[in-house]
């Protein structure tokens, strides 16, 4: 792991169109500004996770029987 | 090795594609979604067709075209919460390249437990938008949401 000292202010470039700056810090926590293509996913680590573990477990389904939920599905709304 | 007649398409535009729920599908160039990134833990697929599950059935299959045993279920969230909205999508619009709200369709990720269908859940939090116009999607992440990765779509039993 690279790891880098910077001050309020100053930034770190990922690549040639990735910028990530230190806005501010308080305490414990620090306030961080990043720029980057729409194309590039910028996520909290915590959320990101729970939603590839989602995809994951979601794809994980095998040869389910979707026409007995879409029984239940019918019953649900009769 | 020739190609076996029966399985080769006959329009230029179409390919046939093993899946492992529908076996060999012929699919058309106009029915390829692509999703750019990839949707979060399968980031090195893009390619992917919507396969309805019958007439009757919200739901849908988003099978990938890159790898014969990645198959979604998916449905339309509204069945699942009538007032259910992403926010605001003027950048995803912009990148997905949206004319018209029309073309615009959004999904959700069943997660069905094996053997308690019962139990499935809707990923609110984790909604596919794809431009039904020019076929690219994206898998958006609503982080500041009310909506629960893990939303039940059936009640309870009991």
Known sequence: MLILTRKIGEGIILGDDIRISIMEIRGKQIRIGIEAPPEVVVLREE???RIQEENL???GVRDVDLTEIAKIWKQKKD | MAPDPQKT?????????????????VVRDDQVITFSPGLLGFSEFHRYVLIEHGQESPFLWLQSLEKSDLAFVVMDPLYVLPDYQVGPINGIQKELEVKSLQDLKVLVILTIPPGRPQDMTANLMGPLLINLANRRGKQLVLESSPYSHKHRVLPAKG
């Open chain 1, 57 to 59: 477990r979601a794809a």
């Open chain 1, 47 to 49: 959320i990101y996770q």
């Open chain 2, 9 to 25: 398409p006959v329009d230029p535009g179409s390919a046939t594609i093993a899946t492992k729920n529908f076996g060999d599908i």
